[in-house]
């Protein structure tokens, strides 16, 4: 019976973690959504005062515009997926999924702002 705990246990993780995985890691771009990727780290100093900006821009575009922040070196896969070479890069995707623009460097909340209304019109 014990045996039959531990089968019943392992098989419900492996369905439920895919799953987990999934809810946690939205895809990119979001699917039918203008996206902006701002792929960065905790700890680089342009990347931290980017921070500020993304938050005030995601209440700004709520319901319009994706703004996302992938960790580098927690998402590896992710980064050499977009070929990612320095940090923070920002990757902007219009609403078919197709990557419009890339910037390697910090970047002007206005200058964000100018790329996303272009992308929305």
Do not use: N
């Not at 699917?31 to 900006?53: A, H, N, Q, R, Y």
């Not at 996302?68 to 320095?86: E, M, P, Q, S």
């Not at 197709?98 to 272009?118: M, Y």
């Amino acid at each position: 019976m014990h045996d039959i705990k531990k089968i019943v246990t392992v098989v419900a993780l492996f369905f439920v973690f895919p799953i987990q995985a999934a809810w946690c890691a939205p895809e990119i771009p979001v699917k039918d959504t203008v996206t902006m990727v701002d792929l960065g780290s905790t700890t680089c100093i342009p990347c931290k005062l980017m921070e500020p900006i993304l938050k005030e821009l995601r209440q700004e575009y709520k319901g319009r515009v994706e703004i996302l922040f992938v960790d580098v070196f927690k998402k590896r896969d992710t980064a050499r997926r977009f070929g990612i070479r320095a940090i923070p890069t920002q990757i902007f995707f219009d609403a078919t999924g197709k990557e419009i623009w890339r910037h390697a460097g910090f970047l002007e909340k206005k200058v964000i702002k100018q790329k996303l209304d272009v992308l929305l019109q």
